[in-house]
C-alpha cells in the first residue's frame, strides 16, 4: 500500500500569520514526513483581509502546493489578473463563472495527482451563491479520470453546512476540511466511508485575539454597535494550527487524520 500525507494550514491572518507559518513549516513538515501543503490565504494580507500576488508566491515559496481562499478573495484588487492567470490560486466554486480564476485545481505529490476544491457556504453568508454541494459534485465528474485523491476546502459559518458536506462527501473525497471560522475544532475524524473530516482547522496568527484581530475595536462594535476599524493584532505568543490527513493513493480513502498546534511566543512581527 503507498500512501500520502497532506498538511491543511488554517487561515493566515496578515504579517504575524505569515511570518508565524514561514518560522514553523519547515519542522512541522519534516516532522509528520508531510508530502503535500495546502494553505487558506484569504486573510493574509497586512490588513488581515485579502491576498495579493506577492503574498501568493510568499506561500509557494515557502512550500506551499494550493492556497485556497473564501469571501475575502477580492478584497485585493491586485490579485484579480492574477486570478485569471494561475491555478495554484482557488477562489470559491460556486462563485459565478464569470468571476475571476477557478474553484479547483490539482498538483503532483509523490507520483499522486491530488485535486483540491474550494466552495464557500451560504448559511449566515453570501445566500445567492450557488449550491455549494452540487458544485463539488459537478466537479467530482470532471475530476473523475483524473485524481482519485480529492479534499475539499469548506469555507463556512455554519458547523451544520459543513458537517452536512462532510457526510455528503463521505466516500467520495478523501478529505473536508472546514475553514473560516479561524476556531479549531476537536471533531477531527474519519467518517464511516473514508473520508477524513474536520470543521474548522483554525488560524495562524495572534493567540489572544479575536480570530487574528484586535478585540478592543471589536468589543467596542458590539458594546455600541459603531462601526470600527478592525485591525490584526501583533502582539503575544502566535500560534499556527491545521491538520494532515494520510492517504491510500490507491482507494483514495482516508487513513488517517491528526490536527496541529504550534504556539511561539517569539516571533518578531516586521514592519508592516
Avoid at 20 to 35: A, L, N, S, V
Avoid at 245 to 252: A, H, R
Amino acid at each position: 500500500m503507498s500512501s500520502i500525507r497532506v498538511l491543511f494550514i488554517g487561515d493566515v491572518v496578515g504579517v504575524p500569520g505569515r511570518e508565524m507559518f514561514q518560522k514553523h513549516i519547515g519542522r512541522i513538515r519534516e516532522k509528520y514526513q508531510i508530502d503535500g501543503l495546502v494553505v487558506n490565504g484569504e486573510n493574509s494580507s497586512s490588513r488581515g483581509r485579502g491576498i495579493n500576488p506577492r503574498i501568493v508566491e510568499f506561500f509557494r515559496h515557502n512550500g506551499a502546493d494550493v492556497i485556497t481562499s473564501g469571501n475575502h478573495i477580492w478584497a485585493a484588487r491586485e490579485i484579480l489578473p492574477y486570478l485569471a492567470e494561475n491555478k495554484h490560486i482557488l477562489r470559491p466554486a460556486n462563485y459565478p463563472a464569470e468571476t475571476p480564476g477557478v474553484g479547483v485545481t490539482t498538483f503532483e505529490c509523490k507520483g499522486t495527482t491530488v485535486g483540491v476544491i474550494n466552495v464557500q457556504g451560504r448559511v449566515f453568508m453570501k445566500d445567492d451563491l450557488e449550491c455549494p454541494f452540487r458544485t463539488v459534485d459537478s466537479i467530482l465528474t470532471y475530476l473523475k479520470g483524473k485524481a482519485k485523491v480529492v479534499f475539499v476546502d469548506m469555507h463556512a459559518e455554519a458547523t451544520s453546512e459543513k458537517m452536512g458536506l462532510g457526510f455528503y462527501l463521505d466516500g467520495r473525497v478523501s478529505g473536508v476540511v472546514g475553514t473560516h471560522t479561524h476556531t479549531p475544532t476537536a471533531d477531527d475524524r474519519i467518517l464511516p466511508h473514508g473520508t477524513a473530516y474536520i470543521t474548522d482547522l483554525g488560524m495562524t496568527g495572534a493567540l489572544n485575539s479575536m480570530l487574528g484581530m484586535k478585540s478592543g475595536p471589536i468589543i467596542k462594535h458590539f458594546l455600541t454597535q459603531m462601526p470600527v476599524r478592525f485591525e490584526v493584532e501583533s502582539e503575544g505568543p502566535m500560534v499556527m494550527y491545521g491538520a494532515w490527513i494520510e492517504v491510500d493513493t490507491q482507494t483514495g480513502k482516508a487513513l488517517k487524520i491528526e490536527r496541529i498546534s504550534v504556539v511561539d511566543e517569539d516571533i518578531i512581527v516586521a514592519e508592516q
